[in-house]
């Protein structure tokens, strides 16, 4: 498993970034931090390196989500 922690920048618009919230919330694969002004943590799970960066890739293009920056990646296998 991948373990990567993210920040999300998210749309000023208050009403794209309520929905992309609640996308977002509903996504198995995150567990989501605390909103600060328009930046979201997130720690995002995949099963491969691959499944990470598609992950990635799939947020950026979520309406509401201004860009996607990679904190760190954690590659080791956890019990």
């Known amino acids: 498993m991948v373990v990567s922690a993210l920040v999300l920048l998210l749309s000023p618009e208050p009403?794209?970034?309520a929905r992309v919230l609640v996308d977002l919330a509903a996504d198995p694969r995150l567990t989501l931090g605390t909103l600060?002004?328009?930046r979201l943590p997130v720690v995002a799970e995949a099963?491969?390196?691959?499944d990470g960066a598609a992950l990635c890739d799939e947020l950026a293009t979520c309406?509401?989500?201004v860009r996607v920056d990679v904190?760190?990646?954690d590659f080791e296998e956890h019990a």
């Open 63 to 65: 309406d509401g989500v």
């Open 36 to 38: 600060v002004r328009d």
């Open 15 to 17: 009403e794209r970034r």
């Open 47 to 50: 099963a491969s390196a691959g």
């Open 71 to 73: 904190v760190a990646i």
